[in-house]
Structures are given as structure tokens and as C-alpha cells.
């Protein structure tokens, strides 16, 4: 019953008979009362100092006596310490800063019993500049070296922290001897962060090292200097063991040669596949240890590239092993890609797009290849390393013109993935014999091709190319100044020359000298100004001077031919003979054969367009 007073003891009877009895204790039923808990209600930074409120005063009661505990964050243990009367309030004496403190609180309601502790409350220390330096770090994607990196860091704990952080400033040297500073709020476009680290989402391809320090209302940290490239070790995979289950991830390696200058070890691990700055971790150790257990989530049928790492003085990064690891293992992908490369009569080069590790869902250590025919195949193992995007394989001892099948597919500890077939056909002796005649009658008919367009090219303003390229010259007779037509003309005025020369019956016009003239020659060396109407400015120029001027020598046309006797005797008349006189005779020779001084010029054109071919063969 409710306020009543009650007499408890307690008694006890072994296997002897034999009974024992406690005191008697007499108590009112009114205590066994529990009230809620209290809530903190406010608190001051400087002093440290909570106040909460009770429930008591709801109950009817009066305020009893509380208790108050409390403890750092980093600290598992609560420190309790009593708080008597009804004050409601308790200060922190000489906090540490940059710490935040829990706080937990329970009272009485006058004699009745303790309630439970209230909700955990934080206070935050006082707040000052930051403490440390960054863990920074950079990811080279699955390689160790790479062109392209990004910075990556974890956040500052805020023991370290010691406010809230604004940003970070951001320093980067150049391959080129230049550096250039930054600025990035928390809320940066460049900056990708998760709960516990950062990246900087930005391209660092000639980057050679950076500085990064954190910064809050209050100062800024110490920066933390890192080269991007690491110096690369010769890759041995037995220098590093690795052993993986759901919660742990244990790295082990061994120290082969002593390494100068070391100051740590960094091992990291990061999800194969995973974009740049992304599925990655890493932790920092000293030199004397060479073991180290990792606790994570780690996923099942997912690729880890575990890599170690040696910091050496001036923060230079040196590779110094890896391996990949899976917690679960599953059977690879599909191959992506698998074709025939080159292909003879009793062999075959073969190319496949090696399975990516994201999709490899264990360690791949080596492809299989069958080929053969009739359901006769024969299978070889091909080591996956080195790790390479694309590799090929040659068959061998295969038949003359036969066809046969080829797959391959990769293979890890869960068995072996599904097949990539490939069917191909040898090449017969006979195909091989006439492909190679058409490939040097197509080589040969280039070549020959080529030339030709060259010496098109290197004749098209010569002179002395008429005599190379007749085809493109004009062939214009000239009757007015032919020696044989003047003949004919004398025997047809004289009628006793056709019984002293009957041969003259075989004369003909077919006989006539030809006279070559280039009809490039029309075609001005300066380019031709047009005017609005598009007519040629030049064009009657060229008219009046082409009715003068013999286009391919520049002399006075010899257009004056004796027709008759009457124009015989004007002549004879005058005293002076068209036939008679040694200079008018020589006049046709003069003006169209060539002088030694044209002689000479040709000869040397010739040499030249010799040498020119010559060159252009022996370039081709």
C-alpha cells in the first residue's frame, strides 16, 4: 500500500535444516519513487558551466540531492562528482582546450530514489587557432606512378581542430620551377569531402609538390608539405602480405634492403575502379613497424590495391610494393574484347582487352586460351602479369588454310569466367604469293605515280620541258617563213623547176616544219587583275603585242612571203632581192632556231630537272 511502512528481511535454509535470517528493515513505501530524468537546459563556455531542471516541481516535490558526471570526448570514463542542494547548476573548473566535454546529470525528488542520468549534453571548450598539421596524402589511381593525382587529406579531429574550420589555403609548385597560391572555402566546387577527409577535384599533371594548411575564425594551422610523383621501385609482389576478412584488413612486408633517410611508412588500400580520390585510405606508421591491422567495412567481391610506401627526408615519396586482395571472391567478368590481330598460313596473333578489376571479383592470376577444330582443343595459361590494358598471344604449328575456334576467358580462385570465342581462317601459300605481287604492283605504281606528278610539277614553267612533255605544247605551223613552201613557190613561178626537180610531186603539207610554242607561254607570270565587269584589262594588250612578238621567243615575226612575180620585181626594183640577200635568208633560221646561248640554257634546265628526279626518287 502507498505510505505505509513495510518490515523486509530476508531469510535462508541450507540442506542441513539449518535457517539464517537478516536484520529487519522497516521503510515507508512513499520513497520507492523514481522521477525522470532532468534536462540540461543551458551552458557557458567561459566558465564552463551547465544548468538543468527537474521534474520535482511537477511531482509536488521538493528538490533533492543530484549527482553530475562528465568526461572529454577522446576519454571512455565518466568522472562523477556529487553536487548536494537544490542549486541546479554545475561549472567545470580549468577545461582543456579544443576539447569537447559530456555531460550527464541525475537527481531526487526529496527522499526518493535517484533518477536516471539525463541526455548526453556537449560543450565545446574555448575555441583557438588550430593544432598540428593535416595527414595529407595523393592518389595516382592505381599505379604508383601516374601523371594525373589529386590531394587528398583527413579532416582535423577537433581536438586539433579547435573551432569550427573555414577553409584551407592551398600552395603548388610546378615541374617548371613556378608556384601559384589558393584559397578553397569548405564549400569549394573543387573541394569533395566525406565525413572524415577531403580531396582537391583538380588536375595536378605538372605538379611536382604542394603545402596545405586549415584555418579557422581564429588562426591557421601548420602547413604540411608532399611530393605528388613517387620515385618508383622495381615491382616485387613477394615483399608484401596481405590477409583480408569483413572487419580487418592485415599488411605485412618485408624489409629486404636498408632504406636511407626513411622517416615512415604509408600503406594504402583503395578500391580497384574507384574514380581519383575516392575508395581510399591510408595510414601513417613509424619505421620499426613492419606489421599493421586495418579495421573497415570492406566489401566482398571488391578488388583492394594494397600499396607500401616510404616517406624519405624533404617529404619525398619512394614506391615500395603491392599487391591486390579481396575479402570474397567470385568469378571474373566477361573478357571485353578478343579479335585476331594478324593472321598467316600456319600461325595467328591474337589480342584481348584484359578484364578490368573492378569487374575481376577476386585476383586474376592467369587467362586460359583453347583453340583448335573437330572439338579437338588444345588450352594454355597465360599469366595475367603484368598488368597491361591490352596483351596478345601467337599460335603456332597451325594447318594451311583451316578454320579454327579460339577462346579465352579469365580465372581466379572462385573458377574460371564465362568465354570469349573467336573464329578465323588460315591463309593459304597461293593468297600469300599473289597478295604480296598486288601489295609491290600497288607500291611500285605509286611510286611510279608519284614521280610522274613531281616532274609535272617541276616542268610545268620550264621551257626546255617541251621537248620532255610535247603534249602539252601547241604545234603551230608557220608556211609564211618555211624554207619548203618558199621552194614550192619558186618552182611553181619558174615553169622549167618542174623538169629539173620532179621529185617536187612529193611534196606535201605534211611536210611542213612544225613550229613548238608552250601555251603556258600566253599565261603571265604575275597573277591577272580582273576588273568589276570581269573582263582582263590586259587582254588587248596582250592582243596588240601577240601580233608583233613570236610568243615563245620574243623576236619580230617573219611573216613576208614573196606570192609573185610582180612582187619579185618590186623588190628587184629597189635593188635589193628578198632571196638574194644573206640576212634576209638567214631571218627564219635566226628567229626560231635556237642560239648557242639558248643551247646552253636548255642543256642546263635539263641537268637540272635530272637532278631534281633523281632527288625525288630517291626521297620516295
Not at 579544443?98 to 574555448?126: G, K, R
Amino acid at each position: 500500500m502507498s505510505q505505509s511502512e513495510l518490515q523486509v528481511w530476508v531469510q535462508t535454509k541450507d540442506q542441513d535444516g539449518t535457517v539464517s535470517r537478516s536484520e529487519t528493515i522497516t521503510f515507508d513505501t512513499a520513497v520507492i519513487r523514481k522521477p525522470p530524468p532532468p534536462k540540461i537546459t543551458s551552458s557557458y563556455h567561459e566558465p564552463m558551466e551547465i544548468h538543468w531542471t527537474s521534474a520535482c516541481d511537477q511531482l509536488m516535490h521538493e528538490l533533492g540531492p543530484c549527482n553530475v558526471r562528465h568526461r572529454s570526448e577522446a576519454q571512455p570514463a565518466w568522472i562523477e562528482q556529487d553536487e548536494g542542494g537544490v542549486s541546479g547548476s554545475f561549472t567545470l573548473d580549468s577545461p582543456e582546450p579544443c576539447i569537447n566535454y559530456l555531460f550527464q546529470v541525475q537527481c531526487a525528488c526529496d527522499t526518493s530514489l535517484m533518477s536516471e542520468w539525463s541526455e548526453i549534453y556537449t560543450i565545446q571548450s574555448a575555441e583557438r587557432a588550430p593544432i598540428g598539421t593535416l595527414n595529407v596524402w595523393r592518389d595516382c589511381g592505381m599505379l604508383p606512378k601516374r601523371s594525373e593525382c589529386v590531394l587528398a587529406w583527413k579532416k582535423l579531429p577537433m581536438t586539433k581542430a579547435c573551432g569550427q574550420i573555414i577553409g584551407y589555403n592551398l600552395r603548388l609548385y610546378f615541374d617548371n620551377g613556378t608556384h601559384a597560391a589558393f584559397n578553397e572555402p569548405v564549400e569549394s566546387s573543387v573541394l569533395v569531402c566525406s565525413e572524415a577527409q577531403c580531396y582537391y577535384n583538380s588536375s595536378l599533371k605538372t605538379v611536382k609538390s604542394f603545402s596545405i594548411d586549415t584555418y579557422n575564425a581564429l588562426g591557421v594551422s601548420q602547413p604540411s608539405h608532399l611530393d605528388i610523383q613517387a620515385q618508383e621501385k622495381i615491382l616485387k609482389e613477394e615483399d608484401i602480405y596481405l590477409e583480408m576478412n569483413e572487419n580487418n584488413l592485415t599488411v605485412s612486408w618485408n624489409i629486404t634492403t636498408r632504406i636511407p633517410d626513411i622517416k615512415e611508412y604509408v600503406v594504402q588500400y583503395k578500391e580497384a575502379g574507384s574514380s581519383l580520390g575516392q575508395g581510399l585510405d591510408w595510414i601513417r606508421l613509424n619505421t620499426s613497424v613492419t606489421k599493421v591491422t586495418i579495421k573497415g567495412q570492406f566489401k566482398k567481391f571488391t578488388a583492394y590495391q594494397v600499396s607500401v610506401f616510404t616517406v624519405l627526408e624533404h617529404n619525398k615519396v619512394q614506391f615500395y610494393c603491392t599487391d591486390v586482395t579481396h575479402f570474397v571472391q567470385g568469378k571474373p567478368a566477361k573478357v571485353p574484347l578478343f579479335k585476331v590481330q594478324s593472321c598467316g598460313t600456319t600461325h595467328v596473333t591474337l589480342l584481348w582487352e584484359t578484364v578490368m578489376m573492378s569487374v575481376q571479383n577476386g585476383v586474376t592470376p592467369y587467362y586460359q586460351v583453347g583453340y583448335g577444330k573437330d572439338n579437338v582443343f588444345t588450352v594454355k595459361n597465360v599469366s595475367a602479369h603484368p598488368q597491361l590494358e591490352k596483351r596478345t598471344i601467337k599460335l603456332d604449328d597451325l594447318n594451311e588454310n583451316q578454320n579454327y575456334e579460339v577462346w579465352i576467358n579469365a580465372v581466379n580462385q572462385a573458377g574460371p569466367g564465362p568465354t570469349t570465342t573467336v573464329l578465323f581462317r588460315t591463309q593459304s601459300s597461293e593468297n600469300i604469293g599473289a597478295n604480296v605481287k598486288n601489295i609491290l604492283f600497288v607500291i611500285f605504281g605509286g611510286l611510279g605515280l608519284v614521280a610522274l606528278l613531281c616532274a609535272l610539277f617541276c616542268c610545268w614553267d620550264n621551257k626546255a620541258c617541251s621537248a620532255v612533255l610535247p603534249s602539252l605544247y601547241d604545234k603551230v605551223p608557220d608556211p609564211h617563213n618555211s624554207n619548203i613552201i618558199r621552194e614550192l613557190k619558186t618552182q611553181i613561178n619558174d615553169s622549167l623547176a618542174w623538169l629539173r626537180k620532179p621529185e617536187v610531186e612529193k611534196i606535201s603539207l605534211s611536210e611542213i616544219e612544225i613550229i613548238k610554242t608552250s601555251s603556258l607561254a600566253f599565261i603571265p607570270q604575275t597573277d591577272k587583275i580582273m576588273n568589276e565587269d570581269g573582263d582582263d584589262p590586259l587582254k588587248d594588250v596582250l592582243t596588240e603585242e601577240h601580233k608583233n612578238t613570236h610568243c615563245g621567243c620574243g623576236k619580230q615575226e617573219y611573216s613576208k612571203m614573196v606570192d609573185s612575180d610582180e612582187d619579185r620585181n618590186e623588190e628587184d626594183e629597189t635593188g635589193q632581192s628578198s632571196w638574194s640577200s644573206e640576212e634576209d635568208n638567214a631571218g627564219y633560221e635566226q628567229h626560231f632556231m635556237p642560239t648557242d646561248l639558248d643551247l646552253q640554257e636548255i642543256e642546263e634546265r635539263e641537268r637540272t630537272e635530272k637532278r631534281l628526279r633523281t632527288n625525288v626518287l630517291s626521297v620516295l
